[in-house]
């Protein structure tokens, strides 16, 4: 049971980064931090971000610091609603698979992570994100732990020319 469990992690967790070096994101591509012109602060608290709102340009390369001040694991996923849909129903099958791991207050011990959009940060602890936007397009952050986008941890990020 173990190693089927931990078989179906695998695939789950790297069908998007096998995914992403071929295809990309329509909004963008990750970056290194070095080349990042801008540098945003972004906190995670218990089911809300501060800001809200982000704006970004085309062509812009920014570096998103992430600080969790909440008292549960939350991400920082950059996406369309549809991508967060995707997201959303994969993070909840891995609950339900392995609540132990994926359950509020142990979230992602012995999990990671390869998605290149998105960046799972522990309580009291920071992460970041850099990335080059492409495309003039709204598009969303959000919280995909089950049940935080729906309880409201989701903004908007537009892309300006």
Known sequence: MKRVLTTVLFTLLSLPALAAPGQ???FGQPAPAA???RTVEVTLGD???EPRTLEVKAGETVRFIVINKGQV???FNLGDTAMHAAHQKEMLAMAQMDHSKMG???MN???QHDDPNTVLVQPGQRGELTWTFSNSAPIEFACNVPGHYQAGMVGTLNIAR
């Open 35 to 37: 080349k990042a012109t």
């Open 24 to 26: 990309g994101f329509a």
């Open 73 to 75: 694991a939350h991400e």
């Open 47 to 49: 089911m809300y971000f």
């Open 104 to 106: 509020h207050g142990d």
């Open 109 to 111: 011990h012995g999990v």
